[in-house]
């Protein structure tokens, strides 16, 4: 004849679990997709002070400049456009920063839960 034994254990929830992977997926990406953005922020950084270079030193004078023997007109806020690139991947920077760590709060409450005590049943067999 046997007798049982009951023990409790910790056992890992498959829904908190599929979650929290979840949540590491979405900060995989948001971090790719900041690393790649960088580049163009770097980018627009450079044009915008090469261009400001360009008119307001080289052609301080002057109510244009030719290019390609094609005259092009200043006008204030010529450059605007790439200033805003650049201003805009620092918002986005930010933005994608904050979803980051709310995200990585949520992974850490999450982990609260993941695991739950069940009894497990254990039958011991007398030979």
Known sequence: ????????????????????????????????????????QSSADSAVESCNTVVYEECEYLSGIYHDDIYIPYRDGFFEDIGTLDEGCATMFGEIDEIIEFLEEMISELEKDLYEEVEVVHWIYDD
């Open 1 to 40: 004849m046997g007798h049982q034994i009951v023990t409790k254990e910790l056992r890992e929830r498959p829904e908190i679990r599929e979650k929290i992977d979840n949540c590491q997926n979405l900060i995989d990406t948001l971090t790719e997709c900041k690393e790649a953005a960088d580049g163009y």
